[in-house]
């Protein structure tokens, strides 16, 4: 159990640097139509929406990050706090620590305790529920809703993390048939997520009917593979090797929000290195309901000022509302937009609309 404690805090450590983000999300692709009469004032935009029936200051969500340790429940303290005073969503990080190891459940619970109405979102990984039996993945997730007091819970994809992760669990056999047992026995919201990269229109029309929400979290931002490749550098040469020929393997985020829309009849969370309200603003034009990110937010918490980071992202957001003439979310969603020429060619090639 050691371990499982250091990759955690190893895991904070590598994606809080550079050397964690990869690639292009494709959002440089997106262009938003500028326009020049918005005939609102800056301050009418109205950024607000609602998340499972509760209503939140922006379509923003707090990424899944972590738990499990000391700096683990920091963390999830300062998160927690901000999501609350700012009134946004939060994931909590894979809660399979703190059904496995009690002793750790503080750095789990603190969220319902500083955030007791913010809407907070279970986590779970899908190589833990494809292991268990459908009576043991029900009463995990039970027990991962209890720990935080959550209006829905998350199951994470993450075939790539698990490949490259020295000890990973590369374990996907019965994952679909587990979250159907999840989504009849549970009565939540059922959240299927990737890691960073990418859910694919495959992927998705197999969840119809099935998950609730998917959060595309695709390629450009935070890799796993690079992650997990650093940490076997000194422990595994050849697996280091292998996850630096895998550094760019992903589905763009830009791209991963189309496949998603083309198929899936749920709502859509956009993520996969969104750093600005302005992303956020082009997710949303590009058919998202909601966007998140989780680099930009853990290095806020790291030093310590998480509100500035949302307040941040609201400005941009707000100034491209403003600037493409949207009063509110539902008119930024339809905001005209130019796709540039590798975004485009990828939406034709695999037949998407977007
Ligand atoms: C330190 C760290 C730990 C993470 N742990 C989890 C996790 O336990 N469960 C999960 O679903 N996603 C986890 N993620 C993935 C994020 O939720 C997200 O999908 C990914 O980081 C891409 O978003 P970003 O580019 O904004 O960071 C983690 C991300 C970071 C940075």
Request: proline share 5%; glycine share 10%; aromatic share 6%.
């Given at each position: 159990?050691m371990?499982?404690d ?5 895991h904070?450590?590598?994606a809080s640097?550079p050397?964690s ?13 500028h ?5 609102i ?8 929406a609602t998340?499972l029936?509760?209503r939140?200051?922006m ?6 990050m972590?738990g499990g ?5 920091r963390?999830?303290?300062r998160?927690?706090?901000a999501?609350e ?5 939060m ?8 059904i496995?190891?009690?002793e ?12 007791p109405?913010?809407?907070?979102i279970?986590?779970l ?10 009576d043991?993945?029900i009463?995990?997730a039970?027990q991962?809703v209890?720990m ?9 994809l993450?075939?790539?993390?698990e490949?490259?992760q020295?000890?990973g669990?590369?374990y996907?056999?019965?994952v679909?048939e587990r979250?159907?047992?999840?989504k009849?026995?549970l ?5 299927v ?7 694919s229109k ?7 009917g099935?998950a609730?929400v998917?959060d595309?979290a ?11 490749g650093a940490?076997?550098k000194s422990v595994?040469?050849e697996?280091y090797e292998?996850?630096?020929e ?5 589905i763009?985020?830009a791209?991963a ?5 083309s198929a899936f009849?749920g709502l ?6 969104i750093?600005?309200g302005?992303?956020g ?8 309901d ?7 937010l ?9 509100l500035?980071?949302?307040g941040r ?5 707000k100034?491209?509302m ?5 009063r509110d979310i ?6 005209p937009?130019v796709?540039?020429?590798r975004?485009e ?6 037949g998407?609309s977007?």
């Amino acid at each position: 159990m050691m371990d499982i404690d250091r990759r955690k805090n190893e895991h904070i450590f590598l994606a809080s640097s550079p050397e964690s983000q990869i690639g292009s999300n494709l959002l440089e692709e997106v262009i938003l139509i500028h326009r020049a009469l918005p005939e609102i004032d800056l301050e009418d935009v109205d950024a607000t929406a609602t998340f499972l029936g509760r209503r939140i200051r922006m379509p923003f969500i707090i990424g899944a990050m972590t738990g499990g340790t000391e700096l683990a429940e920091r963390i999830n303290t300062r998160l927690a706090k901000a999501a609350e005073a700012f009134g946004v969503p939060m994931y909590v990080g894979s809660q399979r620590i703190g059904i496995v190891k009690p002793e750790t459940r503080r750095s789990f619970e603190v969220v319902k305790e500083h955030a007791p109405n913010a809407p907070k979102i279970a986590n779970l990984g899908a190589p833990q529920i494809s292991r268990l039996s459908e009576d043991e993945v029900i009463e995990w997730a039970k027990q991962a809703v209890d720990m935080i007091n959550a209006s829905a819970i998350a199951i994470h994809l993450n075939p790539a993390q698990e490949v490259f992760q020295p000890g990973g669990e590369p374990y996907f056999k019965g994952v679909v048939e587990r979250l159907k047992a999840l989504k009849r026995a549970l009565g939540l919201p059922l959240i299927v997520k990737e890691v960073g990269n990418g859910i694919s229109k495959e992927i998705a029309e197999a969840l119809n009917g099935i998950a609730d929400v998917i959060d595309v979290a695709g390629f450009g931002g935070t890799s796993f593979v690079a992650i997990e490749g650093a940490r076997a550098k000194s422990v595994d040469v050849e697996l280091y090797e292998l996850a630096e020929e895998f550094k760019y393997w992903g589905i763009p985020t830009a791209a991963a929000i189309c496949e998603v829309k083309s198929a899936f009849g749920g709502l859509i969370i956009a993520s996969g290195g969104i750093r600005s309200g302005l992303d956020g603003a082009k997710a949303m034009a590009l058919g998202a309901d909601y966007f998140s990110a989780s680099q930009p937010l853990l290095k806020a918490a790291l030093e310590g000022d998480v509100l500035k980071a949302l307040g941040r992202i609201e400005k941009e957001l707000k100034i491209a509302m403003f600037l493409t003439g949207s009063r509110d979310i539902k008119a930024l969603r339809s905001t005209p937009k130019v796709l540039g020429p590798r975004l485009e060619s990828w939406i034709r090639q695999r037949g998407l609309s977007c």
